[in-house]
Structures are given as C-alpha cells and as structure tokens.
C-alpha cells in the first residue's frame, strides 16, 4: 500500500546550509556568523515543521475513521488506509477522481452533492448521514463531516471529510437477534490476529487475520491433530522452548495477563497479548491477540542505533562510548583486571578539511574509521568522540604493553596513503593512552588523563603514542599558572623586543632586522617563546600582544631612521590567529600611519602552515597589504606543502628558507638537494631568498655556492635587544 513520503529532512538541510554557504562567500565573517546562526534557526525551524507533519501524517494514518482531503473542485487528494479498508478502493485508484464521480449513485445523491457544495462554499461544516459506496458496488451507511480549508487570502483551497461507517452500529440496533453473528464479523474485521482457547489451552476459535498472520491455511489448521493445543503455534517460532514454558506458566496462573514478543522463523517478528476470559467470578478461557510488529521494531532498532551511533562513519559515538566504559569498568573492579582507554586525533585534519573541502573531510573520516576498525580485537571498541576524534576502549587486557601493541598497530595502519577527491595523501595520528586502575579508577578520570596524554604525543611532534603519567597534571598546571600571568604580561610591559639582523654576505651590509618577541617575568625570568607563544595563540592573547609587537617594532625602525642610521627594513611575524582578524589590514595600515614608518620598510613574515589554512582568505589579506606597500615573506619554507603553484597565487618577496635543512646541508645530500630546489624555485618566480639558522662558516660557504647571498643565524648575530641593535646599526655605518 503507497504510503505518503515525508521529505528527507538531510537533504532538505543540507540544500539550504549550501545555499546559504553560497551567499557567505561574499560576505565579511561578521556577517558569516549572521549567516550560521540563520541556517541554525531555519534547521530547526524545518526540524520542528517536519516533526509536525509527521506527527499529522501519523495521526491520518492511524485514525479509524476515512479521511478524504480533495482540491476546491472536490477532487481527491488524500485518503487513509481506514478509507482503503472501508470503500475497498486503493489509494492510486482514486487520486484525482471527484467524490460525485466514486459514490454518487443517482439523482438523489446529487442533490444531497450539491447541499454539502452549497454548504461549504459558504465556508460553513456540513455534518450528517447518507449512504456510502464501496468499489463493489455496495452501499453502506456512514456519519460524515465534511468542512473547507482556507488559505491566508480566506479562499476555500481544500475540503476535509471524515467519515465514519455505522454499519455496526445499525446491524446491532436492528438485528438485536442476530449479535452472534454481529460478534463473528467484528472478530473478522479486526486488524489483530484473534485466537480463543478454554481453560485447557484448547483452540476454541481464531478469525481470518490469525491464518494470515502466522502464513496457514483453516484447511492445514484442522488437519493437524495438535492443533486443538495452543503450544502448536512454537513450531514457527525461533526460540520454541520459551514460548512453550510461557504458556505453561499462563495457565497454572490463569488470573495474569501476558505480553510477549515473538520472532519467528522467517525473520517476522509477532507481538503477542492475551488475557483471562471470565465468567463472574471464575477464568473460563483466554483471548489471544497477534500483530506483526516486524516494521515498528525496525524503525524502533533504526532510531536507537540513530541515537547510539555517528551517522557519517557508522561508529559508535559518545554516548554509547560512555556506557560501555561505565559496564567495563564494573566488570574490571568485579575481575581485578586491566582495560585502557585511547584518545586518537588526526594530525592536521583541519588544514585537510579547509583546503579540500568538507566532502573530501568526510571521506578521510570514513576510511579512518574503518581502518580502526581492522586495529582491533574482538572486545574492543572504537567509537567517533567528536570532529577528527576517536575513542577506544580495550579490555581483557594483561599489560600496558598490550594497549601499546594496539596503538602502533594503528599508526601503522595510518601510514598507507589515503586517495581523497583525487589526491594522494599521507595522514598521521597522535594517541593518548590511560589505564584502569594505575592512572583513574573512574571513567572521568581516565579519559582526562588519556586526553591529556594526547595532547603530549602531539607537543612531543605528532604521529606517535604516549602513556600517560601524573608529570603530565603536573606540567598542566604549569600551563594553567604560566596562561595566568600570561593574561597580565602586557599591561604590566613584561614584553621586549629582540632584533636579530639578516646580512648580505656578499657585501655585508644589514639589510634587515627581525623583530623576535621575548617575555621577562618577573619571578620566572626570561620565558622561552616556544612556551608562550602557542598559549597565547590558543587563548587569542596573540591578536593584542601581535599589535603591540608591531607598533613597537615600526616605532623603533622609525627611531633608528630618525638618528641617521642606514634604513633597514624590520620584519614582523603573522600568526594564524592574527590572519583571522577582521581588521588585520586596517590595524597594519593604522600602525604604519601612528608610527610615521613608510610601508616599504615593514614586512610581514608568515608561515606555510598558516597560508593553508584558509587560501582564499589568506589571498585576499596579503593582497591587500601587497597593495599598501607592505612586503610579504614565507617563513619556514619547505616544512609544509611547498607548492609552486600555491607559491603562485600569493604577492610574496621574499622566501626564508627552514633552518631544518640549513643545518644538515653539508652533511646530508637529500638537504642540500632541496634547498637547491627551493633556491632554484625562487629564482624562477623572482624572489629574494634568506636562508635561516646559518652558525658556521662551512654553512655559509656551501650556502653561497648555491646562489643564496642573504643569511640570518648565529654566525652573524644572535637576537639583540634594543641598545645592542642600535650599537650594531652603528658599527655599520662607521665602517660604510
């Protein structure tokens, strides 16, 4: 029987969210954040429109009476199974077909047709009583209301009639003699599978619905000799034994009523109720009732697992994760055994996501989630915890070298190559390891402590495990004090400023200064940057502290101008979180304007893993500055993506090559050979080229046979502070 479709509700969402994603583009990001909380609101609001249509579809679907909704012109529109089941139509029969045209049966219908046409024009309801027809040409009798539906101009669009078959109701008042037989019909007509036994579990009656329900003929009922014995039914059940138990159990306490779900052989699966039949006082037989269930348990087990599981990777999530954590711990306390808990972050999923789109996100997270599932043993569980996280629970285990058996499987298992959106990838993880009872004995502890150990595989360089220990709450503290004082530093001037000066070894003259930020604490001395600069990018503390940075660094170029000083450019460090700024450009442009420095003389060094981030945005800021005069240099190139074609895209000058391959290259070919390579690439796009790190002769020498004339490092100078630059700068200009 066709039922009406509800829309699916994810592509509804997701065709709106695109929609709307598509109009943010060109959009500031304040107005993005406007935008998200509007696909919340419309989400939910189509949410809440869907689950009231489902609910009135459900109520139309289940009502006992015939519900026909038609079009003004009185053509069907809608009928419910009580119609299908009353007027023996199908539903596509009638679709489109006029009332009058199904059930008008002469000259007197059409008159009563044309009162309730009158009567509804006027907007009014019509009630009343007349004859129905069925497809076979019977007639019945029927109590019908019939009312409009009025859109927002108060134009009849629609009319609604409900109808009720009284045929029943009337047999009984006039054929009061006939109730046994008025008994039998009901006993027919019901949707449920009836079954009558006495006191003895013998059969006494069941209808037509029974036969149907559990798939035999009355003919095959009656020729089997156990049939007159209710426990014939367990030959089609799964599970025969308890059916039979419980119907011993029915009828030596034959004053308690039953529920039970019955599966059977063929996959079906029958919900049973019965109850005592008494006369007076006393229990004479039991009434049966069956009715195939098999659908609403499948939508019943759809929705649980829904609730229980991530509808993208098919994992577990949260949820069950927790519960199954709660029983394990029980039955390790119970056993006086191990089990561990693992946190799993993929390495960089971000940069993956933002740069080759969220279906391409979707698709890392579905492979990763079944490679894990190949990592395990039978017991263990793996569930999605949130984004690119993963949980694991492993019991039955004897050791903590059993957990790191596990965890190395699994980073082995990353080290494959994963093909997304038609790109090669190779992806890492860090995992975070804690063990019942050494480090928590109750799951809130454990999975603190496997987090927090997560986050020591990804400080100690990512792609690898670490065990937690009680050194990790000890260093989190730290951090929690050193975040503290880091909130005060800048209103209490605990920030200074270093210049280290980059040189042209061909002429040795300085031809630029970096500007390299140092905290001086009070108590804790000289805090190292390594240390406070990522908190500060964590918290968003490097949005002010990178302004002050700035300003600071221009108004001394500035000064050194201003006392006759040979004109160098300063160089700034961006971070990630300063790139997301709203008003980056303006404030550098702001800066430039209080401090008087002309923009040629600042530039602005980003790295390559902050360029990825966000392209298109990244794009658009140096743009801008590029514009205003500002020069742009990668940092650190060659540690990420090292693309020309990236390279391309963006107004830089200068390329800074990683002290990483600085430091190796007179002992390691594979160094020399990219920095050849990225020295080439440079000067093929026309870029100035520094390399970074140089502390030895050796380095410089080797350096400047392959064309690099710029270095900074050790070897000409470490970080100066403020006099020791200016001292610097003026030894230079004696000696010009």
């Avoid at 149907?212 to 799964?238: G, P, V």
């Avoid at 087990?301 to 949820?319: C, E, F, V, W």
């Avoid at 690119?388 to 965890?407: G, K, M, P, Q, S």
């Avoid at 690898?464 to 260093?475: D, F, K, P, Q, V």
Wanted: net charge negative; proline share 3%.
């Amino acid at each position: 029987m066709t039922r009406p479709k509800v829309a699916n509700r994810s592509s509804r969402g997701a065709a709106s969210d695109m929609l709307l994603l598509l109009q943010a583009r060109a959009t500031s990001l304040s107005d993005t954040r406007r935008l998200a909380e509007k696909i919340a609101e419309q989400r939910a609001e189509l949410r809440q429109a869907l689950r009231q249509a489902e609910l009135a579809t459900a109520v139309l679907e289940q009502a006992a009476d015939a519900i026909e909704i038609t079009d003004a012109d009185a053509r069907l529109l809608y009928v419910n199974p009580a119609f299908e089941r009353i007027t023996g139509y199908q539903r596509d029969e009638v679709m489109g077909k006029t009332v009058a045209e199904l059930f008008c049966l002469g000259q007197p219908d059409e008159i009563l047709y044309q009162e309730i046409a009158q009567t509804i024009a006027a907007g009014k309801v019509w009630q009343g009583s007349c004859m129905g027809r069925r497809k076979d040409g019977s007639s019945y009798p029927q109590e019908v209301t019939i009312f409009p539906i009025h859109n927002k101009a108060g134009q009849i669009t629609n009319r609604v009639a409900i109808k009720r078959d009284v045929s029943d109701r009337q047999r009984t008042q006039e054929k009061l003699g006939n109730s046994l037989s008025l008994l039998q019909a009901t006993f027919e007509a019901t949707a449920d599978g009836i079954l009558v036994t006495n006191g003895q579990g013998n059969i006494l009656n069941f209808n037509q619905k029974f036969t149907e329900l559990w798939q035999i003929s009355t003919n095959q009922l009656i020729a089997w000799d156990e049939f007159h014995d209710l426990k014939f039914i367990a030959r089609f059940l799964k599970h025969p034994y308890q059916f039979s138990s419980r119907i011993q159990e029915l009828y030596t306490q034959p004053q308690i009523e039953s529920h039970d779900i019955l599966e059977l052989k063929d996959g079906r699966y029958l919900e049973g109720r019965s109850c005592p039949q008494r006369s007076g006082d006393s229990v004479i037989g039991r009434v049966w009732s069956f009715r195939d269930v098999t659908e609403r348990l499948q939508t019943e087990a759809k929705i649980r697992y829904q609730a229980s599981h991530d509808l993208l990777t098919g994992l577990p999530n949260r949820m069950f994760f927790n519960q199954r954590l709660a029983d394990a711990l029980a039955e390790a306390i119970r056993q006086q055994k191990l089990l561990a808990v693992m946190f799993i972050d993929l390495d960089r999923f971000k940069l993956i996501n933002d740069s080759l789109g969220h279906a391409a996100g979707d698709q890392l997270l579905q492979e990763v989630a079944q490679r894990l599932r190949t990592c395990l043993r039978k017991h263990d569980l793996v569930a999605r915890w949130a984004g690119d996280e993963f949980t694991l629970l492993l019991t039955d285990i004897n050791c903590v070298e059993d957990a790191v058996t596990i965890a190395q499987k699994i980073l082995w298992a990353m080290k494959a190559d994963f093909e997304l959106e038609g790109h090669r990838l190779h992806i890492s993880s860090s995992i975070g390891i804690a063990v019942y009872p050494n480090d928590g004995e109750d799951a809130e502890t454990l999975l603190k402590n496997a987090d927090a150990a997560l986050y020591r595989a990804k400080d100690s360089g990512r792609n690898g495990y670490h065990l937690y220990t009680s050194a990790i709450n000890s260093e989190t503290s730290e951090w929690l004090a050193l975040e503290s004082h880091l909130h005060r530093a800048l209103e209490r001037r605990e920030f200074v400023l270093y210049y280290q000066p980059q040189v042209n070894v061909v002429t040795g003259e300085i031809t630029q200064m970096e500007a390299l930020l140092r905290w001086q604490h009070p108590e804790m001395g000289l805090v190292s940057p390594a240390k406070f600069i990522p908190l500060a990018e964590e918290n968003g503390l490097i949005v002010p502290i990178g302004e002050w940075v700035l300003r600071t660094a221009c108004a001394q170029t500035c000064a050194w101008q201003a006392a006759g000083l040979p004109p160098v450019r300063i160089a700034v460090n961006l971070s990630a979180r300063q790139l997301r700024q709203p008003n980056l450009v303006e404030m550098v442009a702001q800066v430039l304007s209080d401090t008087g420095l002309a923009p040629r003389y600042l530039e602005l060094e980003i790295t390559e893993t902050t360029v990825m981030k966000n392209v298109e945005l990244t794009k658009t800021i140096l743009c801008e500055l590029h514009r205003m005069g500002v020069s742009m240099a990668m940092d650190d190139f060659g540690t990420g993506y090292s693309s020309l074609g990236y390279l391309k895209k963006f107004p830089f000058n200068t390329l800074k090559i990683d002290q990483s391959f600085v430091r190796d290259l007179t002992t390691d070919p594979n160094d020399k050979a990219i920095v050849a390579a990225i020295i080439a690439m440079g000067r093929v796009l026309n870029l100035k080229l520094v390399a970074e790190g140089v502390e030895t002769k050796v380095q410089e020498h080797s350096l400047l046979s392959l064309d690099c004339e710029e270095m900074q490092g050790y070897l000409f100078s470490p970080p100066l502070s403020t006099e020791e630059a200016t001292l610097l700068l003026e030894s230079q200009l004696l000696h010009s």
